[in-house]
């Protein structure tokens, strides 16, 4: 049973643990070079939601608002749940979140054009790219095109 929940307390070690998780990091935040986990400083522009199973932590959903009808979230999933039904439980229990907690219509999201198991999970969960800004990003030692998705919430 997956369950999500807002983290009110954005001092709770949970959050930082799962943000500086090694390859989490890496993906990340540690792709340009400029921000290593000694010197990262949570965006509290960000609401976090807490993804969890019986086991304790999946992963992360954080979301924030860019209208009164759009918001951007990105979620992490820990390392070991990667390539399981767990991972795609815990970001179907986020948007569900955001669909019964929220007003929000939308959620957008970037994703790198060369991150292919990323490029395949969104598609699984449903959403439909709407953008790309060329030479957008750098991922895995390259610059990559920088993809835009969108996923309709309510209609």
Same mark, same amino acid.
């Given at each position: 049973?997956?369950?999500?929940?807002?983290?009110?307390?954005?001092?709770?070690?949970?959050? +930082?643990?799962?943000?500086?998780?090694?390859?989490?990091?890496?993906?990340?935040?540690?792709?340009? @070079?400029?921000?290593?986990?000694?010197?990262?400083?949570?965006?509290?522009? /960000?609401?976090?939601?807490?993804?969890?199973?019986?086991?304790?932590?999946?992963? +992360?959903?954080?979301? *924030?608002?860019?209208?009164? +009808?759009?918001?951007?979230?990105?979620? *992490?999933? +820990?390392?070991?749940?990667?390539?399981?039904?767990?991972?795609?439980?815990?970001?179907?229990? @986020?948007?569900?979140?955001?669909?019964?907690?929220?007003?929000?219509?939308?959620?957008?999201?970037?994703?790198? @054009?060369?991150?292919?198991?990323?490029?395949?999970?969104?598609?699984?969960?449903?959403?439909?790219?709407?953008?790309?800004?060329?030479?957008?990003?750098? /991922?895995?030692?390259?610059?990559?095109?920088?993809?835009?998705?969108?996923?309709?919430?309510?209609?």
């Amino acid at each position: 049973m997956i369950s999500v929940s807002k983290v009110q307390d954005l001092s709770n070690p949970v959050l +930082l643990k799962i943000i500086c998780t090694p390859e989490l990091f890496e993906l990340t935040n540690g792709q340009d @070079g400029m921000v290593n986990v000694g010197n990262y400083e949570l965006d509290q522009t /960000y609401d976090y939601l807490l993804v969890e199973n019986e086991e304790g932590p999946v992963g +992360l959903f954080s979301i *924030r608002k860019i209208t009164n +009808l759009v918001l951007e979230g990105h979620i *992490r999933i +820990l390392p070991k749940f990667w390539g399981t039904e767990s991972s795609l439980d815990a970001a179907k229990a @986020g948007i569900l979140y955001v669909e019964k907690h929220t007003p929000f219509r939308k959620i957008i999201t970037t994703v790198p @054009g060369n991150c292919t198991h990323v490029l395949k999970f969104i598609d699984k969960l449903g959403f439909k790219p709407y953008g790309c800004l060329e030479r957008g990003i750098i /991922y895995n030692n390259a610059v990559v095109p920088l993809v835009y998705f969108e996923y309709e919430v309510k209609k």
